[in-house]
């Protein structure tokens, strides 16, 4: 079919509106869904991030929680929103990679509906013992759990949270046999270890680093790739006794799918600069968090990172018979 000459010539009219509105964004307040419940990790980042983001753009940006089904019911909603910029939401491990792997029929691909803007940061797990446990150090505790096997009882947040995909990895690294036992939540497991009701739990560091100081629990290692500035003292697990061993709750901002070019280029712009800012990256310090390196700040570099995750939690998936399909 050929286009006449009046048609082809109405083109660049037609497509100049679009063009003026993305040129223009934002004009108004922004919709920043956290699809987690308040007070946790997520919606905590989400505060952080969100007021800066305001000042940047020159709009309100605000907070909406979209908690349920480990972060699917949010996502769900944000994948189905128009892909305008004004609606973005905080990803992190469980409606990005966990429950895609192991959820059956979430209704959203996060490969094919959304745009990555760029990863944030990462808050590392850490493994963390009750304060009567005899081990001192990560070294200490392998020993200790080889010797009982299947008796060392170990929490998480739940079936299926990244916690627990991060100790099947930790069993299959190490040949443990460490005993899950899952929770609703990290705050609801905390009691539980401090009480001395389970011997050890992996959970974020913004949980346990508390409990740490103030004597109620030890951690014995971070699983990261360096230590925190803020317990220079405790290990990472590779110095400690287990090389490779990383696993944390990754945080990064997406858009539904396909918005355009100029609309995409305006939020990478924007995050990068947040991201820079001394008082933001103290901030998501103080809670145990690590700004993401540059290059997973970007667009390609959010999409290849979380096309490593996939992988990884797939596996650690079919590990603890979880994965779907």
């Not at 050929?2 to 100049?16: D, F, G, I, K, Q």
């Not at 990005?96 to 192991?102: F, G, K, M, Y």
């Not at 040949?175 to 905390?190: E, I, K, N, T, W």
């Amino acid at each position: 079919m050929t286009l006449s000459r009046r048609a082809a010539l109405a083109l660049p009219l037609l497509a100049a509106p679009r063009l003026a509105r993305a040129a223009g964004f934002p004009d108004r307040a922004i919709r920043f869904i956290c699809p987690y419940a308040p007070g946790g990790n997520a919606d905590v980042t989400s505060r952080i991030l969100s007021a800066p983001l305001a000042a940047e753009l020159g709009q309100p940006v605000v907070v909406e929680n979209r908690a349920g089904a480990g972060g699917s019911v949010g996502a769900l909603a944000a994948a189905r929103l128009r892909p305008d910029g004004y609606s973005v939401m905080l990803g992190s491990n469980g409606p990005l990679s966990v429950n895609p792997t192991i959820q059956p029929n979430i209704g959203y691909d996060p490969q094919k509906d959304f745009a990555f803007i760029g990863l944030a940061c990462r808050t590392p797990q850490t493994l963390v013992v009750k304060k009567g446990l005899a081990p001192r150090t990560l070294a200490e505790f392998l020993d200790y759990a080889r010797a009982r096997p299947g008796q060392v009882t170990v929490g998480s947040s739940g079936v299926g949270s990244t916690a627990h995909l991060a100790l099947e990895t930790f069993n299959a690294m190490t040949g443990l046999q460490l005993q899950h036992v899952p929770y609703g939540s990290g705050g609801a497991m905390a009691p539980d270890l401090v009480a001395g009701n389970i011997d050890a739990a992996i959970t974020e560091i913004s949980t346990s680093l508390p409990l740490h100081r103030d004597a109620q629990v030890r951690i014995l290692a971070l699983a990261a790739a360096r230590r925190s500035a803020l317990a220079p003292e405790i290990p990472t697990a590779e110095e400690a006794g287990v090389p490779g061993y990383r696993e944390a709750a990754f945080l990064g901002l997406v858009l539904p799918a396909n918005p355009p070019a100029e609309v995409m280029a305006r939020w990478h712009e924007a995050l990068a600069k947040v991201l820079a800012l001394p008082e933001t990256r103290r901030r998501l310090q103080e809670v145990g968090s690590e700004v993401a390196e540059p290059a997973e700040q970007t667009p390609a570099g959010f999409a290849a990172f979380l096309e490593g995750e996939l992988a990884r939690t797939r596996t650690a998936a079919t590990r603890a018979g979880l994965r779907q399909g």
